[in-house]
Each structure stands twice: as C-alpha cells, then as structure tokens.
C-alpha cells in the first residue's frame, strides 16, 4: 500500500460514469499514496428504475428521517448497498469504500494497515471521515471518543457514543456489510444515517482522529440541494410519529450504550 509494505485491500470507489472530472481526480490522489482502486459505477438517481424504488419505504422514511428522500439519496444509498452485496458475494476481507469527492491523507495507507491488525475491538466499520460540525470540532469529551488503540502518525482509534454522519471514506468488514443489508433492505433515510442507527442495526460507532479524510471543497455535492421549507403543510399526525419516533430513538440509544 505504500514505501513501508503492501496490504491485501479491496479498495472500491463509488463515481458517477459522468463525473469525469471525479474520476480522474481521485485516481491521480490515489496514485500518489500508494493506493490502487477499482471503480464502481454509481446508481444514476436521474435513472431510477421502478426495481430501484420498490425498495423505498415513504411511511418509514417520513417517520425516521423527516422528510421524503431526493432521488440522489436514493442512488447514493443503493451505490453503498450494492457494494455490501458484492463483498458478501465475492468473499471479500476489510474493503476501504470511497465516495469520489474523498481526499486522502498521506498517512491514510498506514493508518489501513493498522486498522486491520487491531485486535480488539472486533470493529465492524470504521469511519475515516465525518461532516458532523461536533465531531470536527468537538464542544466536549462526549463528541471525542474513547480512545481504543494507537495508530500511526499519533492518530487513534476511537469509539463514539453518537452518530457520525458521512460515508466518504470508511473501512468495512463482511460482518458491517452482512448488518448493513439486513437492516437497509428497506430504504428510509440515507446511507450514512442508516448505518448511524447503531442501537438497532449493532453497528458500534468507530472512527479515526484525526480524521484523515474529508470531502474536496472543488466538487459540489453531487446529492444536490433540498428545496426550502421540508415540513410546510405537513399533516399533524406526521408530526407526532416523527416525534414519537425520535423520543423512541432517544431511548433506545441510551440504553444501547449503557450496555455495550
């Protein structure tokens, strides 16, 4: 993987086929550390087949996340989700997963090769990046982690109590990709928040610090943006459940972290 030794890594990246400009960039970055990557074309949300959206569950989704999902999302999700089945199927070890506005530290193959030899925990996905503003900078030691294992460059291993947000560039074992398909057979929030569900899909939270990714400033979202006022008109009885449901989520969480 790099001058200090190679490591068996599936490394995949997930890029639309008209996003050359992406492509071509991420190449040359991972060109440049060491890294050798196979591309994988990304589910166009422009071309949703009627196959795509069977798996799209509006009432959940209205109750979890708050909001009808954009067809972007959509394609984003199944990109991630097609990617676990091909892990599964193809009985591949630890894959590094890519989203193609990720920019990589130099340090990012040393930090891989370490992950795959911590020995405990038995992590499942480790996030290298985040665009949660409280975990980039954390008010409190809630938002740190627990450190769990040194890496190189003085970065750590930490385990979160709370949700991540974002799936630019992670580490993922079968076992994560096995949860991830189990629990997003059906699609009601996006990726990143899907997996965040920690205290019902097992997923335990891990990530590196400092995160030796992040999203290249150059490239717009390519998810695009919502339209002003999400919930104008929203019925009352929308409003309770997804109230009800975040109290519920609330609870659930604590509990999850009081025991594991």
Same mark, same amino acid.
């Given at each position: 993987?790099?001058?200090?030794?190679?490591?068996?890594?599936?490394?995949?990246?997930?890029?639309?086929?008209?996003?050359?400009?992406?492509?071509e960039?991420?190449?040359?970055q991972?060109?440049?550390?060491?890294?050798?990557?196979s591309?994988?074309p990304?589910?166009?949300?422009?071309?949703?087949?009627?196959?795509?959206?069977?798996?799209?569950?509006?009432?959940?989704?209205?109750?979890?996340y708050?909001?009808?999902?954009?067809?972007?999302?959509?394609?984003? /999700?199944?990109?991630?989700?097609?990617?676990?089945?091909?892990?599964?199927?193809?009985?591949?070890?630890?894959?590094?997963?890519?989203?193609?506005?990720?920019?990589?530290?130099?340090?990012?193959?040393?930090?891989?090769?370490?992950?795959?030899g911590?020995?405990?925990?038995?992590?499942t996905?480790?996030?290298?990046?985040?665009?949660?503003?409280?975990?980039?900078? *954390? *008010?409190?030691?809630?938002?740190?982690?627990?450190?769990?294992?040194? @890496? *190189?460059?003085?970065? +750590?291993?930490?385990? @979160?109590?709370?949700?991540?947000? +974002?799936?630019?560039? /992670?580490?993922?074992?079968?076992?994560?990709?096995?949860?991830?398909?189990?629990?997003?057979?059906?699609?009601?929030?996006?990726?990143?928040?899907?997996?965040d569900?920690?205290?019902?899909?097992?997923?335990?939270?891990?990530?590196?610090?400092?995160?030796?990714?992040?999203?290249?400033?150059?490239?717009?979202?390519?998810?695009?943006?919502r *339209?002003?006022?999400?919930?104008?008109?929203?019925?009352?009885?929308?409003?309770?459940?997804?109230?009800?449901?975040? @109290?519920?989520?609330?609870?659930?969480?604590?509990?999850?972290?009081?025991?594991?």
């Open positions: 993987m790099d001058q200090a030794g190679a490591v068996d890594l599936p490394v995949f990246v997930i890029n639309l086929a008209r996003d050359t400009a992406r492509r960039a991420m190449a040359a991972l060109a440049a550390i060491g890294l050798t990557a591309f994988v990304a589910v166009d949300g422009r071309l949703l087949t009627a196959g795509d959206r069977a798996a799209y569950h509006r009432a959940k989704c209205l109750r979890v708050g909001v009808e999902m954009l067809d972007s999302e959509i394609g984003c /999700y199944l990109s991630h989700y097609r990617l676990y089945q091909r892990i599964l199927r193809d009985d591949l070890p630890a894959s590094l997963i890519l989203e193609d506005d990720a920019r990589l530290d130099p340090a990012t193959p040393a930090i891989l090769r370490a992950l795959l911590v020995a405990e925990p038995a992590w996905v480790v996030r290298l990046e985040s665009m949660r503003g409280r975990l980039l900078r *954390p *008010p409190s030691s809630r938002f740190v982690g627990i450190r769990v294992a040194d @890496l *190189p460059d003085g970065a +750590g291993l930490y385990r @979160l109590r709370t949700h991540v947000l +974002g799936l630019g560039a /992670y580490l993922i074992r079968p076992a994560g990709a096995r949860r991830m398909l189990e629990y997003g057979a059906r699609i009601f929030s996006p990726i990143d928040q899907t997996m569900r920690f205290w019902e899909n097992g997923i335990v939270p891990y990530i590196v610090r400092p995160f030796p990714a992040r999203q290249d400033a150059a490239f717009a979202s390519s998810i695009g943006a *339209p002003a006022g999400r919930n104008a008109g929203e019925p009352f009885g929308v409003w309770m459940r997804r109230r009800a449901q975040r @109290l519920a989520d609330s609870l659930r969480k604590r509990a999850f972290n009081l025991t594991t």
